[in-house]
């Protein structure tokens, strides 16, 4: 398993603050949070592609650190999970959004940089 100490989310390319049509990959190059961490970790496209968490994707499954899935990663932590919820609320300021985002991934040793 490939360990990513620090990755970048592209405000651009940013899903968010979508909770009803959230994925981890939209056919328009769109991610969420947990979209750009699996790039970070080499997870495929086509993997993430309209899927709606990490225990739904095998090819994340595959490259995702222990603290993302249990129970034979068949479910998403509560981790992971809080993370879907943070990204995909719609009525949460970006600013918050942010410094939430970080904070959890900063709980688990790694840095995320946001840009553009």
Request: proline share 3%; aromatic share 8%; hydrophobic share 35%.
């Given at each position: 398993?490939?360990?990513?100490?620090e990755?970048?989310?592209?405000?651009?390319?940013?899903?968010?603050?979508?909770?009803?049509?959230?994925?981890?990959?939209?056919?328009?190059?769109?991610k969420?949070?947990?979209?750009?961490?699996?790039?970070?970790?080499g997870?495929?496209?086509?993997?993430?592609?309209?899927?709606?968490?990490?225990?739904e994707?095998?090819?994340?499954?595959?490259?995702?650190?222990?603290?993302?899935?249990?129970?034979?990663?068949?479910?998403?932590?509560?981790?992971?999970?809080?993370?879907?919820?943070?990204?995909?609320?719609?009525?949460?300021?970006?600013?918050?959004?942010?410094?939430d985002?970080?904070?959890?991934?900063?709980?688990?040793?790694?840095k995320?940089?946001?840009?553009?």
């Open positions: 398993m490939k360990t990513v100490k990755f970048t989310i592209k405000r651009s390319k940013w899903l968010r603050g979508d909770d009803l049509n959230s994925c981890l990959l939209k056919k328009n190059g769109h969420c949070c947990l979209g750009f961490y699996g790039q970070a970790l997870v495929s496209n086509a993997a993430m592609r309209d899927v709606g968490s990490p225990c994707s095998d090819g994340y499954k595959e490259k995702a650190p222990e603290w993302m899935l249990h129970l034979g990663n068949k479910l998403d932590s509560t981790i992971t999970e809080k993370l879907m919820r943070i990204n995909d609320e719609y009525c949460l300021p970006q600013a918050q959004r942010e410094k985002i970080a904070k959890i991934f900063k709980e688990q040793g790694v995320v940089k946001f840009v553009d």
